[in-house]
């Protein structure tokens, strides 16, 4: 009888283990500070490494900074960036998130060369339905602004086949080229 119960017991916690949901979501390697509208934005790009659909895609991007106060003394502060979009319906695509720097930035105080010498870190947070596991999935990754790069764009992911169908290349996803 204990032989039976540990023997349930421990096929319960092994199936629990490996049948969790996790999330599938690659970000690119890069994030850019680009012209953007009459000012400058940060973006990265994200995809879903699975074929089913990220239902309700909902991000939080967090920067952490070093910032000296007037006491001459440095402190870390943590400032959740306003997005272009942080919710949208279904992302069957691709996903570029943008930070545009505007009046209501933190980052406003600073100029390009002073952004990616900044002593600072995007804290990224994804939360989606998953609708193969039909549950709720995180995934959280960081950007180091030592990374950052200046003046550039992505380039396009996505292009039309010859009877114009939509044709995604995930392997685009890290693309960029200099602006001129």
Excluded: C
Aim: proline share 3%; aromatic share 14%; no cysteine.
């Amino acid at each position: 009888m204990i032989g039976l119960l540990s023997f349930s017991f421990i096929t319960g916690l092994l199936y629990g283990r490996f049948s969790r949901p996790k999330a599938a979501i690659r970000f690119s390697e890069n994030f850019i500070l680009r012209h953007f509208n009459q000012g400058n934005a940060i973006m990265f790009r994200l995809i879903n490494r699975r074929k089913t659909l990220m239902i309700e895609p909902e991000i939080t991007v967090t920067l952490s900074i070093n910032e000296k106060e007037k006491s001459g003394m440095y402190k870390r502060n943590f400032y959740t960036l306003k997005l272009e979009r942080n919710k949208i319906m279904y992302l069957p695509t691709i996903w570029t998130v943008v930070h545009e720097i505007d009046s209501e930035s933190p980052l406003q105080k600073y100029n390009a060369v002073e952004i990616k010498s900044l002593d600072a870190k995007l804290y990224i947070l994804l939360k989606y339905h998953e609708e193969s596991f039909g549950q709720t999935v995180y995934q959280a990754t960081s950007y180091d602004f030592s990374e950052l790069k200046l003046h550039a764009k992505y380039k396009p992911s996505i292009y039309f086949d010859s009877e114009g169908f939509t044709i995604l290349d995930h392997e685009k996803l890290n693309d960029v080229e200099e602006l001129v």
